[in-house]
């Protein structure tokens, strides 16, 4: 499960730091008129943020005592982050708060 958290943190932060903007679905398909009205930092953050978030959950989880075996446990960890993550980054990211004002 570590190596599951440090995968989601080097995406997270490949996509914030390392500026991997191309590893954003369709941004890097849209035409540069399309990706300037959007805050790419912004979306970036959140992205960033999303996955440290499932990354810190995919390692935690396991560590509550629910009387699963561990391949049990690690998969109920995975599904529950990733699903938390996504909804979250889903839901930011979709906001018109990062739609710049034209």
Excluded: C, W
């Excluded at 008129?33 to 999303?50: F, H, M, P």
């Amino acid at each position: 499960m570590i190596l599951i958290g440090i995968f989601f943190i080097i995406l997270g932060a490949l996509i914030k730091y390392a500026r991997m903007h191309h590893l954003i679905a369709g941004y890097s398909t849209m035409s540069a008129e399309e990706q300037a009205k959007y805050d790419i930092e912004g979306i970036a953050s959140v992205l960033r943020n999303g996955f440290f978030g499932m990354a810190v959950l995919v390692v935690l989880i396991p560590l509550i005592p629910l009387g699963l075996d561990k391949s049990t446990s690690d998969f109920v960890s995975i599904m529950i982050s990733v699903f938390i993550g996504v909804t979250y980054i889903l839901i930011r990211v979709n906001s018109k708060q990062f739609r710049k004002k034209e």
